[in-house]
Nanobody, 127 residues
Framework: EVELVESGGGLVQAGGSLNLSCFASGFTFDDYGIGWFRQAPGKEREGVSC????????YYLESVKGRFTISRHSARNMVFLQMHDLKPEDTAVYSC????????????????????WGQGTLVAVSS
């Protein structure tokens, strides 16, 4: 059974940092892209970042470039999202996702084929 478990969310002041973790199980880790989606209150979900071992590629939403860094540790089946210089508009539930299209892009936008979602972890940034 595929399982994605996030941790690391919390409340932080603007300009602060948080590190999210996702532990994955139930599938061959390096056969998939792993990424993060977020959903803010009253807004649609948006793809934040993705990392693919197969194509050695990463994707970042334009608004988080230079502030967020995604990485993966294959031996531990984990993916990390380091978030710096957080802004109130980063407030959302962040979910780890399994992408069988290896973080493919449609133009400049991540166009995933999502196989699984985690439960999510709340990131709240106060101004």
């Amino acid at each position: 059974e595929v399982e994605l478990v996030e941790s690391g969310g919390g409340l932080v002041q603007a300009g602060g940092s948080l590190n999210l973790s996702c532990f994955a199980s139930g599938f061959t880790f390096d056969d998939y892209g792993i990424g993060w989606f977020r959903q803010a209150p009253g807004k649609e979900r948006e793809g934040v970042s993705c990392i693919s071992e197969k194509f050695a590629s990463t994707y970042y939403l334009e608004s988080v470039k230079g502030r967020f860094t995604i990485s993966r540790h294959s031996a531990r089946n984990m993916v990390f999202l380091q978030m710096h210089d957080l802004k109130p508009e980063d407030t959302a539930v962040y979910s780890c996702v399994l992408d069988s299209s290896w973080c493919q892009l449609e133009g400049n936008t991540w166009d995933p084929y999502l196989e699984a979602w985690g439960q999510g972890t709340l990131v709240a940034v106060s101004s």
